[in-house]
């Protein structure tokens, strides 16, 4: 079965760095979009960035734009997320997300795999 599966959260302090990976297997990661999202306490899950399955192309949310890097590994079948200058407004849990097609999306909707998240804590 499909299984993604986020490492590499944790506590920082603002204004710290964390890289948080992705781990897929079950699918065939080459024809797969890959994306990250968060959600904060008593928020909606919300779109952080995407990537397209040659990593040629990705998208940003405004609020992340310029920190955050998002980047593949097809050899490793892998998403990363490189997240700079943390701010505690960054603070949820992380998951990554497969969507069938290879391309980019910012629709949570449209995704056809979730992995089960990893907390990340910014303190002020």
């Known amino acids: 079965q499909v299984q993604l599966v986020e490492s590499g959260g944790g506590l920082v302090q603002a204004g710290g760095s964390l890289r948080l990976s992705c781990a897929a297997s079950?699918?065939?990661?080459?024809?797969?979009?890959m994306g990250w999202f968060r959600q904060a306490p008593g928020k909606e899950r919300e779109f952080v960035a995407t990537?397209?399955?040659?990593?040629?192309?990705?998208y940003y949310a405004d609020s992340v734009k310029g920190r955050f890097t998002i980047s593949r590994d097809n050899a490793e079948n892998t998403v990363y997320l490189q997240m700079n200058n943390l701010r505690p407004e960054d603070t949820g849990v992380y998951s990554c997300a497969a969507v069938a097609g290879g391309g980019t999306q910012t629709a949570k909707y449209e995704y056809n795999y979730w992995g089960q998240g990893t907390q990340v804590t910014v303190s002020s």
């Open positions: 079950g699918l065939r990661f080459r024809s797969y979009g």
């Open positions: 990537i397209n399955w040659y990593g040629s192309i990705t």
